[in-house]
């Protein structure tokens, strides 16, 4: 089965900027729909973007667009999110999740392959 290793995580103050990578062991990776997830301590674990298999579809949720960007590099076997002008509240420990398909990105129940997660802690 495939694993899923998260880096780039970090301290960070707020209007930085970070990128999250996503690596997968093996090219299986390229037949699935990839997503970031987070969850900040006694909440639940929250979309925030997901992208295709071919990487043409994206969609993320309301309070990061336009400040964050998922892309992926099958070649690389490697899925990212560049997150830009960083608030506090993006302080969560951020997880990359597989599924078959794109439709109902949002759902984590979905999605049969989880990483371990990185922390990105945001100071205002």
């Known amino acids: ?63 990061v667009k336009g400040r964050f960007t998922i892309s992926r590099n099958n070649a690389k076997n490697t899925g990212y999110l560049q997150m830009n002008s960083l608030k506090p509240g993006d302080t969560a420990v951020y997880y990359c999740g597989l599924k078959s398909v794109f439709r109902d990105s949002s759902v984590p129940d979905q999605y049969h392959t989880w990483g371990q997660g990185t922390q990105v802690t945001v100071s205002s």
């Open 1 to 63: 089965q495939v694993q899923l290793v998260e880096s780039g995580g970090g301290l960070v103050r707020a209007g930085d900027s970070l990128r999250l990578s996503c690596a997968a062991s093996d090219r299986t990776f390229s037949t699935y729909s990839m997503a970031w997830f987070r969850q900040a301590p006694g909440k639940e674990r929250e979309f925030v973007a997901a992208i295709s298999r071919s990487g043409v579809s994206t969609t993320y949720t309301d309070s």
